[in-house]
């Protein structure tokens, strides 16, 4: 007699467990939808632009999504801790090669391997990089000196006093 209510509650028991598999996997599924390029998001890329993107403040910077920038190093190694701020710009598996947009010089642009064999893009032979507190594309939050050195925007024409751009890049950003 006590066999339904067992029953009752070994049913209960699995119902819960796929509820909890069912929300852990759809907190792995959020966790990957804001990878990098080159991280697993469940689609493949085909190709990754580089493009100029004007910005009032700045002048012309490179930008895939995001504004790119590379690190004038510090004594202090980028490792671990500091590629979750400053993530490293890289290809997808399959992907040989950045494409040049709009603005920007296929002959600038070449790659670096990285571990496992991961390709970092490079601009004019500097590793790019995104910075973690650009949430959205034409921000330029990282032009900034930290525990691994100095980190400032890729700026192909820097902004004049008229609102327009030069062709030379001026403080807070690396002229190319």
Not at 27 to 44: D, I, Y
Not at 133 to 152: A, C, L, S, Y
């Amino acid at each position: 007699m006590n066999r339904q209510p067992r029953q009752a509650a070994h049913g209960l028991r699995i119902g819960g467990m796929a509820a909890t598999a069912l929300a852990l996997g759809g907190l792995s599924l959020s966790a990957g939808a804001v990878a990098p390029a080159g991280a697993a998001t469940g689609r493949v890329a085909k190709s990754v632009v580089v493009k100029t993107v004007s910005v009032a403040s700045v002048g012309t910077v490179l930008a895939s999504g995001k504004t790119l920038y590379t690190l004038k190093p510090s004594s202090t190694p980028c490792t671990a801790a500091c590629l979750k701020i400053w993530p490293e710009f890289v290809l997808p598996k399959g992907v040989t090669k950045a494409t040049a947009g709009s603005g920007v010089s296929s002959s600038k642009l070449g790659t670096v391997t990285r571990a496992h064999g991961v390709r970092q893009v490079t601009f004019g032979g500097k590793p790019l990089y995104w910075f973690a507190k650009d949430t959205r594309p034409g921000q330029v939050r990282g032009n900034i000196t930290d525990t691994w050195g100095t980190w400032t925007a890729v700026v192909t024409a820097k902004a004049n006093s008229a609102g327009g751009t030069t062709s030379t890049a001026g403080s807070g950003g690396t002229a190319f």
